[in-house]
């Protein structure tokens, strides 16, 4: 100790000592004075009811909005800064407790909802009668084998692959984002993307509100149904997917038809073409009877014309008939048993016969003209 | 259900009825396409009714963990 230090290097001796025997601290407090400086350096104080400890980070460190006021856990190196103060270099931070948790939940909500992950525009419609599902929960999950069942009973046909992950715990964030990729990946992909799991405290759920999972749904090419059985809030996943489920059954419920309604849609459909195959027929059937009556009436029309006009000719020769003319009081003259109808035809003294309606006279021609 | 997908058939067996419906409807091909209709219909229903379900676990560890 007999050395005499510049200023710089009695700093530096502190600095080297305090990182010797004290080289990271995890610290838990309360943020206040949170700053963010050129959008890269981070300052913030992390504080209780009676000490403050100056904090820096670097921006893309913070993996989570933070506000004045939460309640955060870090992980940090201690360093006497050339000024000489002591100030904490973070390395990692988190929310801790449900009102930092929600906190988070709530920044992060409105950032992402600012970017447009969860526009209504978005969202896709699910294919109607899906043959190959692709699911992401955990296998030994209650929500899986609620899933499975449900989905079986209701269709047939099915491909169920299941990517099998934790969905809760310090490695969900991690599992999940590499199982939805995976799926993305596949070069015959499957129809949609189902990510589910059954209900739990806040923190099992953590992981459908972690950041990167929430962008790994969102940027899907395969259609997302998300179904977290939590009936409180609506997890950001939920948000940034196709469809939202309020649980995996429910989830099941959405993803195919039932499989009664849709043979009871057939049956009627297929009644309804043997209804129309029926009309058919006997509009057919009308259509020829329809023709034979036009026909009839087309021959009876004929055999009336012709009847008519036969009529009219035996009408004709009825006028013409001698009787009809003797009727009317005419004579008729004869002589010699022919008619005579010329004056000429006679001569003074001639014998001549008349015929009127009531009988004949017999008469001598006196004089002509 | 190989070569066309169920959701297909579907489809076809509707654009089918919906000739029925349509004012170009002739005996002739009437018939044809009420054979083919209802034999679609036929072929769904049984699909409903018998087809298998397959449940795949995907052999893989996702995550680095």
């Known amino acids: ?89 973070v390395r990692a931070v988190q929310p801790v407790g449900e009102g930092s948790l929600k906190k988070a939940f709530e920044l992060l909500k409105a950032s992402l909802s600012k970017e447009g992950l969860f526009a209504p525009e978005r969202k896709r419609s699910l294919p109607e009668m899906p043959e190959i599902i692709g699911v992401v929960s955990s296998s030994g999950a209650a929500g899986w084998a609620d899933f499975s069942k449900i989905v079986q ?30 799926f993305n990946q596949q070069a015959e992909p499957v129809e949609v993307l189902v990510i589910i799991r059954g209900g739990g405290s806040a923190e099992d759920l953590a992981v459908f509100n972690h950041e990167g999972v929430v962008r790994a749904v969102s940027a899907s090419r395969i259609p997302t149904i998300v179904g977290v059985g939590h009936e409180v809030d609506e997890s950001l996943a939920e948000l940034a997917a196709d469809v939202r489920a309020s649980t995996p059954s429910n989830a099941a419920q959405l993803v195919v038809p039932e499989k ?21 027929l006997a509009d057919a059937e009308d259509e020829t009877e329809v023709m034979k009556q036009e026909f009839k009436r087309m021959v009876e029309n004929q055999l009336l014309i012709k009847d008519q006009a036969i009529k009219a000719h035996k009408r004709l020769i009825a006028q013409f008939n001698p009787e009809a003319v003797l009727r009317r009081g005419y004579g008729i003259i004869s002589s010699g048993g022919h008619i005579i109808t ?28 | 259900m190989k070569n066309t997908s169920f959701a297909d058939k579907m489809k076809e067996l509707e654009s089918l009825l919906q000739w029925f419906e349509s004012d170009e409807v ?5 018939v044809k396409k009420y054979e083919q209709a209802l034999s679609l219909c036929k072929e769904l229903e049984e699909h409903l009714k018998t087809a298998k379900n397959q449940i795949e676990v995907i052999n893989k560890k996702f995550g680095q963990a």
């Open chain 1, 1 to 89: 100790m007999n050395e005499v230090l510049s200023v710089s290097e009695a700093r530096e001796v502190l600095q080297e000592t305090l990182a010797l025997a004290v080289p990271a601290l995890m610290i838990e407090g309360e943020v206040s004075g949170y700053s963010l400086n050129r959008g890269k350096f981070v300052f913030f104080d992390l504080k209780d009811d009676d000490s403050l400890l100056s904090c820096f980070m670097m921006a893309f460190a913070q993996k989570f909005p933070l506000e004045d006021g939460m309640r955060v856990r870090v992980v940090a190196e201690p360093t006497v800064t050339a000024r000489g103060k002591l100030s904490l270099t």
């Open chain 1, 153 to 182: 009973q209701r269709w047939a046909g099915l491909h169920l692959q299941l990517a099998d992950v934790s969905v809760q715990g310090i490695s969900a964030a991690e599992e999940v984002i590499a199982a939805i990729e995976w």
């Open chain 1, 260 to 280: 009664q309604s849709v043979l009871a849609q057939l049956e009627k459909e297929a009644s309804a073409l043997s209804n129309a195959m029926k009309r058919l």
């Open chain 2, 26 to 30: 002739e005996l002739e091909l009437a």
């Open chain 1, 342 to 369: 010329r004056a000429k035809a006679v001569t003074i003294g001639e014998k001549i016969e008349i015929a009127l309606k009531d009988g004949r006279i017999g008469a001598t021609v006196d004089e002509k003209h």
